[in-house]
């Protein structure tokens, strides 16, 4: 598995420690095999390969930092060589900097950096707390908001355990039952479920039980996620190339739930923000702590771009099973400037 990756692993680290780089990283997989069995004879089995990799560059002085992370099933996909030059690239980047005061930014998200803010979205999504009108999906009035519509955006949320590169288990595998999962629905089959389909909420996580209080149909809890955008194309980069002034942030950390009601988020920027201007990255600028909404995003951004597998800075040690698109949203709110470093 580590054949191809590991040599050119370590002659990235050779390079780096030639040039005056220093490489911070880890390398994780593994394969966990569950075993299903039930009283009423039930038997299954799921095999599940998992993988994902992180590396921060600094120059010797420390002066500034780029991280690149990833997920993967086997390290088959990942190419050592291309991390170590958009490292090399963002430090590049780097070389001029610029502080800005906080305010609303025309920003530019990779799909890591929507991963991040997605994830707390589909942990939060739970049918029983919304009927009880703790969170964003509560309906006014009573019951959940599920069939109204959240954007105009021609947004698809959705979970598919056999999504392609994002293969998860087929069934409910529930060590301990919560408001979302049940060890009674255990060994039910999963398969695609649209939590958000056309902009519309489709669905939200729930087990039998909550079901029966809801009304709404079984829809458990699956170990992928996926944003799709109609029609979108073409790369972070290509968002980049239409923006006048504004910024890119590689990644965020530090999240956490301010408003329930609005599923407000706040956290920090970290290791690498990009001035863009005239479509250009032109150099990097301080770290930011954000406020925002991933629901509110999901109607605001402007542009988007072709959905890819992405892994969460934040979140990826727990749900690495992501694919997202880029997106560009015009007044992304940097509430205040961070002194992190």
């Given at each position: 598995m580590y054949a191809d990756f590991a040599p050119a692993l370590g002659e990235a680290f050779g390079r780096a420690n030639a040039e005056d780089r220093i490489l911070y990283g880890f390398v994780d997989h593994d394969v966990t095999t569950t075993y299903l069995g039930t009283?009423?004879?039930?038997?299954?089995?799921?095999?599940?390969?998992?993988?994902?990799?992180?590396?921060?560059?600094?120059?010797?002085?420390?002066?500034?930092?780029?991280?690149?992370?990833?997920?993967?099933?086997?390290?088959?996909?990942?190419?050592?060589?291309?991390?170590?030059?958009?490292?090399?690239?963002?430090?590049?980047?780097?070389?001029?900097?610029?502080?800005?005061?906080?305010?609303?930014?025309?920003?530019?998200?990779?799909?890591?950096?929507?991963?991040?803010?997605?994830?707390?979205?589909?942990?939060?999504?739970?049918?029983?707390?919304a009927h009880d009108g703790q969170t964003v999906f509560s309906k006014r009035g009573g019951g959940t908001r599920i069939g109204e519509r959240l954007t105009d955006q021609p947004v698809h949320m959705f979970s598919d355990p056999a999504y392609p590169r994002l293969e998860a288990a087929p069934f409910v595998t529930a060590s301990s039952s919560n408001e979302i999962e049940s060890v009674f629905d255990n060994g039910l089959p999963l398969g695609r479920t649209d939590w958000i389909d056309d902009g519309t909420l489709s669905a939200l996580l729930q087990n039998r039980f909550s079901a029966g209080l809801t009304g709404q149909p079984v829809t458990p809890y699956v170990d992928n996620l996926v944003l799709d955008v109609d029609g979108a194309t073409g790369s972070t980069e290509d968002l980049v190339?239409?923006?006048?002034?504004?910024?890119?942030?590689?990644?965020?950390?530090?999240?956490?739930?301010?408003?329930?009601?609005?599923?407000?988020?706040?956290?920090?920027?970290?290791?690498?923000?990009?001035?863009?201007?005239?479509?250009?990255?032109?150099?990097?600028?301080?770290?930011?702590?954000?406020?925002?909404?991933?629901?509110?995003?999901?109607?605001?951004f402007s542009h988007a771009g072709g959905t890819v597998p992405s892994f969460s800075r934040e979140w990826g040690d727990y749900f690495p099973r992501t694919a997202t698109p880029a997106l560009r949203v015009p007044d992304f709110n940097m509430s205040t400037v961070s002194q992190a470093n």
């Open positions: 009283s009423t004879g039930l038997r299954l089995r799921h095999v599940q390969p998992t993988g994902h990799y992180g590396c921060t560059a600094k120059p010797t002085d420390l002066s500034t930092s780029a991280w690149v992370g990833g997920a993967t099933r086997d390290f088959a996909d990942v190419d050592a060589h291309a991390l170590d030059a958009e490292l090399v690239r963002r430090l590049g980047w780097a070389s001029r900097r610029v502080d800005l005061d906080a305010g609303r930014y025309d920003t530019v998200l990779p799909p890591t950096a929507v991963a991040d803010l997605l994830i707390y979205l589909y942990w939060t999504a739970s049918a029983r707390s190339a239409g923006v006048e002034r504004g910024l890119l942030v590689t990644c965020l950390w530090y999240i956490r739930e301010v408003d329930p009601q609005t599923l407000l988020l706040t956290g920090l920027t970290r290791d690498g923000v990009y001035l863009v201007e005239n479509g250009e990255v032109t150099g990097a600028v301080n770290n930011f702590r954000f406020n925002e909404s991933p629901v509110d995003l999901l109607r605001r």
